[in-house]
Each structure stands twice: as C-alpha cells, then as structure tokens.
C-alpha cells in the first residue's frame, strides 16, 4: 500500500495561512493525492485531489512537490471553522470502489482566534 | 436537504445484542460504502456496493451484514454485538465516473458503544 506521513497536530491563527505537510514518498506515477478533512462530530469531506499540477479550488490550494514525493494542502486564510483532522491519501488508478482508501490519523489543525 | 444521512446519530446497546444502523443518500450516486473509525481514529472501509450489488468485502467478521435495497440505501445489520466493535460508523456514497478519481460524500456518523 502506498503510504503518507502528516504531523500529528499544527497550531495556525486565524486569518493567517497554513500549511499542511504529506510525506509519502512511496507514491506510484498513477496515485492520486487526494485531501479529506473532518470536523469535530462530523464525517470526512473532500477537500482538493490532484496528480502532477498544483490545484486550486474554492476551499484550499494542493501544492504538489516535481518528484511528487510530498504535497502540501495550503488553506490561505485560516478561519475558526477550519479547525479540523486534515487525511492526505493516495488513490490508485485501479483502485476502484475504495478498497485500498484508508485514512490515516491525520493532522489535527488548531486555529486560535 | 442532507446529502447523505444516517440514522440514528448514537447507539448504546449491550453484547449479545442485534442492532441496525440505516443508510440513505439523495445524491445518485451508484457507489456506498460503510466506513469504521476505531479509537485511533483510523478510518477503514468494510463495505462497498455498486447499484447493489456487493463490490468489496474487507475483512469483516461475518456478524455484519449490509444491505442494500435499492441505490439510494444501504443499511449495516449487527448480530451478537461485542465490546470491540464500538466506533464510529459512517455511511459515504460516490458516482464512479472516475472511480479512482471520484469524491466521497459521508454521511456524519453512527457512534455505537457496546457496554
């Protein structure tokens, strides 16, 4: 299985930008880098995913490394709600109907007012 | 207009006990899974169905079994519940157009504790 490491738990202030690191220098030239995250009481949702590129959407920026051995979820300005666990998965191009989607522990952002 | 809802939110029962946990989503998607966050907070999947029919089946003691009625459900039976099975169950569904490449949507969660 191919593998992340992300920091156990990051402290960011709000307003200010955050970025979560994902180590997973397994990952094979087809895995997808997808981001989750969980709020507190709440199942995961889907936060950003890419291959090679970096990607933006409305939530958050994935800044993704040339050797794609490590990726970085970028929130720009942090807000209290983004409090959250943040899981960095890869996804396998044959990896259909979920088999081998795992979520890790995951890193646990704070935001202090 | 909740995406994809479970019921019910908490579940306190003893061993021994069988119990359900249902499942439905309003999304169209084919593709539901079920979910199980441990005390570690590992999210592992147990089940997957496509258009009801069963896809994947980790390895999961044979007291559970899904259920999937139609595309829109799918229910988590619980026979001769024990300690070890408390956690945080999710239901979570998915259009495959992409399959690799598709979103989850979860459902918020079924916390079952087992006294």
């Known amino acids: 299985d191919a593998k992340t490491t992300q920091p156990n738990s990051m402290e960011s202030n709000e307003e200010e930008p955050v970025h979560l690191p994902c180590n997973h220098s397994t990952i094979s030239g087809t895995d997808y880098i997808h981001w989750y995250r969980q709020l507190p009481s709440q199942g995961p949702e889907y936060v950003i995913h890419g291959l090679t590129s970096n990607v933006n959407n409305r939530m958050a920026s994935l800044a993704i490394a040339e050797d794609r051995k490590s990726s970085t979820l970028i929130l720009h300005r942090a807000t209290l709600r983004d409090a959250a666990v943040y899981y960095c998965?890869?996804?396998?191009?044959?990896?259909?109907?979920?088999?081998?989607?795992?979520f890790g522990p995951g890193t646990r952002l704070s935001v202090l007012p | 207009d909740t995406a994809v809802s479970q019921t019910p939110k908490y579940l306190v029962t003893q061993m021994g006990n069988d119990k359900s946990i249902k499942c439905e989503q309003n999304l169209g998607h084919d593709t539901m899974y079920w979910y199980k966050q441990d005390s570690k907070k590992f999210l592992k999947i147990m089940f997957s169905?496509?258009?009801?029919?069963?896809?994947i089946n980790e390895t999961v003691p044979n007291r559970f079994s899904p259920k999937s009625p139609d595309k829109a459900h799918l229910n988590l039976h619980i026979n001769s519940l024990e300690l070890g099975d408390s956690a945080v169950y999710f239901c979570?569904?998915?259009?495959?157009?992409?399959?690799?490449?598709?979103?989850?949507?979860f459902g918020s969660g079924t916390q079952l504790s087992v006294l």
């Open positions: 169905y496509n258009n009801k029919e069963l896809i």
């Open positions: 979570a569904s998915s259009h495959p157009t992409g399959k690799y490449n598709e979103k989850l949507f």
């Open positions: 998965i890869l996804r396998a191009r044959g990896d259909n109907y979920g088999q081998n989607f795992v």
